[in-house]
């Protein structure tokens, strides 16, 4: 899995690809500590070319998110491809994280207070 | 060199050169280290009166002394005597050249010497901290160092002879090697806060490990003497710290290994304990049958199942245990190993109570006072666990249930097609509060509710194609007429030649519930 942070409008936008699992969790897991510590938890983590995830990988996000939101910011997620948008349905995490169709989208939302 | 001692070492040859001036006339020749006499010919002539003199350097340009002779005059006898300058010039060269290669061998035997005690002290033993403390001890003697001290990570030190600093301390000076990447020559005067060492120079080494990145210990001394001499200790020091680096490798991969072979016991230990937890079989039940089994991947898993037996949950004792409300539980702790393994234990323990005390009365109530409790637990380790919570009542044939996340959950009405049931709020852990509420079915003979873990689903076969929720469901539409037990069988061994050649690594547990 490829791993590409960058901040954008004050948002630190974490890039995803390949598959989400298990392997991959304490790499991401670095990578989305040290994104919320650089946009003050603002963070948007955009899942365009990640194609499958496992519980590991859901539990992962679960635990970034639910950080920012101790430090009242929040994590957004982006562009989630079909099989990983039913993943999240099937868990229902669609209800617990804000998801959005586009980056730019979630990088506004992320900014509102 | 001094010029008495070169002298002194030329023995009969000095003599033959004063014995030749004294031949050709001269009435005497000596030796003079600036005022003090070294040598004379004749013997105790104590003349100091000259009439040549020539002077006697050291190989890096200093006068040392002169040669004087007296009772000869003229240009040529002059010369003579500054040609034998000359010679014992470049004869005390040669002299400081040999002592040096005899200072050089007197320290390889000391190197040899040292790392023979150190191998000794090393190979009869893989304990670490006895390898440290001969270590420090073997090097603080062999470098002639005030005090050693040796440090390991993340935070073992060994001082000697005696404790002479905050172990932080000397952890803080290790990160200082860390840093720099290599060895260090402090100066003592400037470490802050070690009042012991108060003067001298502080040589911290690495000790190289060859298949490990990184430093991992050092070696220190306090060498309490002018960096100027340092030189040959410092040598030294680096080819103990080198020998005592490969010696500490190997016993910290024989550390290593014992406690992956303590760490494999626990696992398996976890193992039965986590199966011993499971029911071993489903209560009896008016208008069901049930069936539950968990096959747990390699890795201890968090997967769990669980049936709540009717007659605790009531205090009505005239009501057969087999007309009360039958409550059950499937769950996936996110994560494998240990800390999956008791946080399923602790799970499992909270829906139980919540079910069995009565204060929750409904799936929705007990997910929810579970979710409340352990929330801030789920949170600490980063985990979350999917559940489903189901309650079938044998007097109004409803079987109710909440569901946190959890997939697959399959129903499948008598002679009906198969549908997937989605749950209604996220797993356990996500959220402090729940957002699953209670659903209802009426349950009649033939109809199934199949609860499933996502190793069923997501396991892989070698094209690493999924087997996926579509399979499920037309599996379990064409096994719909066998019974519950029959039925989680067939799931398992469906699945099993799906991925026979790929190994199964998740838990696989399943909850078949069939009305009767």
Not at chain 2, 167 to 177: I, P, W
Not at chain 2, 185 to 203: P, W
Not at chain 2, 258 to 285: H, W
Not at chain 2, 377 to 390: K, L, P, Q, R, S
Request: net charge negative; glycine share 8%; charged share 20%.
């Amino acid at each position: 899995m490829k791993i590409h942070s960058r901040q954008e409008r004050g948002a630190a936008v974490v890039e995803l690809k390949g598959r989400f699992d298990a392997h991959e969790v304490p790499d991401v897991r670095k990578a989305l500590e040290g994104a919320a510590a650089l946009a003050s938890g603002r963070v948007v983590v955009n899942l365009a070319d990640v194609n499958f995830i496992d519980s590991s990988g859901l539990a992962c996000l679960v635990q970034a998110m639910k950080h920012c939101r101790e430090r009242k910011s929040d994590l957004y997620l982006c562009c989630l491809q079909q099989p990983v948008r039913i993943i999240f349905e099937l868990t229902r995490l669609d209800k617990a994280f804000e998801i959005r169709a586009s980056e730019a989208a979630a990088i506004e939302a992320v900014q509102q207070p | 060199m001094t010029l008495s001692s070169l002298w002194a070492a030329l023995g009969g040859a000095g003599e033959k050169l004063a014995n030749a001036w004294l031949a050709t006339g001269a009435s005497a020749f000596s030796l003079w280290q600036g005022k003090q006499l070294i040598a004379a010919w004749p013997r105790n002539s104590q003349r100091s009166d000259s009439d040549l003199s020539a002077i006697v350097y050291s190989p890096d340009g200093d006068a040392v002394g002169e040669v004087r002779v007296a009772g000869l005059v003229g240009h040529v006898a002059q010369s003579r005597l500054e040609a034998d300058a000359m010679l014992l010039t470049s004869l005390s060269g040669m002299e400081e050249e040999v002592d040096g290669l005899a200072e050089a061998l007197g320290d390889s035997q000391d190197q040899l010497l040292a790392l023979y005690e150190l191998t000794r002290a090393g190979s009869s033993s893989l304990d670490i901290d006895k390898l440290l403390r001969a270590l420090v001890r073997q090097a603080a003697r062999l470098v002639k160092a005030d005090a050693a001290f040796a440090v390991l990570i993340p935070s073992q030190v060994m001082q000697y002879p005696a404790p002479f600093a905050g172990d932080d301390q000397l952890l803080a000076l290790f990160e200082r090697v860390v840093a720099n990447g290599g060895e260090l020559l402090l100066n003592a005067r400037d470490l802050d806060g070690i009042a012991a060492l108060d003067s001298g120079s502080v040589f911290l080494a690495p000790l190289p490990q060859r298949d490990r990145p990184g430093i991992v210990a050092a070696l220190g001394l306090w060498l309490d003497r002018p960096a100027a001499e340092l030189s040959p200790d410092l040598k030294l020091a680096r080819s103990i710290a080198e020998q005592a680096g490969a010696q500490l490798e190997i016993a910290l991969m024989h550390q290593e290994l014992l406690s992956q072979v303590r760490l494999q016991a626990e696992m398996e230990l976890a193992r039965q304990v986590q199966m011993g937890l499971l029911p071993r079989r489903a209560p009896n039940v008016e208008g069901i049958s049930a069936f539950g089994e968990s096959r747990p991947a390699l890795r201890v898993g968090g997967d769990f199942y669980d049936f709540y037996p009717a007659s605790s949950a009531s205090a009505d004792k005239s009501v057969p245990a087999a007309r009360l409300p039958m409550t059950f539980a499937v769950g996936d702790i996110s994560g494998k190993g240990m800390p999956a393994a008791l946080l399923m234990a602790m799970t499992r323990t909270t829906l139980r109570g919540g079910a069995l005390s009565g204060v929750a009365s409904t799936p929705e109530a007990v997910l929810a006072a579970a979710n409340e409790d352990l929330y801030d637990d789920f949170t600490e380790v980063g985990m979350m666990a999917t559940v489903f919570v189901g309650c079938y009542d044998p007097t109004t044939r409803i079987l109710s249930y909440a569901n946190a996340g959890h997939s697959p959950v399959i129903y499948c009405p008598a002679g009906g097609t198969a549908l997937l049931l989605e749950a209604d709020g996220p797993a356990m852990g996500v959220l402090s509060f729940s957002l699953s509420l209670n659903q209802r079915l009426l349950f009649s003979a033939g109809d199934l509710l199949i609860v499933g873990t996502d190793g069923f689903n997501e396991a892989a076969n070698a094209a690493g194609e999924m087997f996926g929720i579509e399979r499920l469901l037309r599996l379990i539409e064409q096994l719909a007429d066998r019974s519950a037990s029959e039925i989680a069988r067939e799931l398992f061994s469906a699945v099993g030649s799906f991925s026979a050649e790929h190994p199964q690594d998740d838990d696989q547990t399943v909850v078949v519930i069939k009305g009767e």
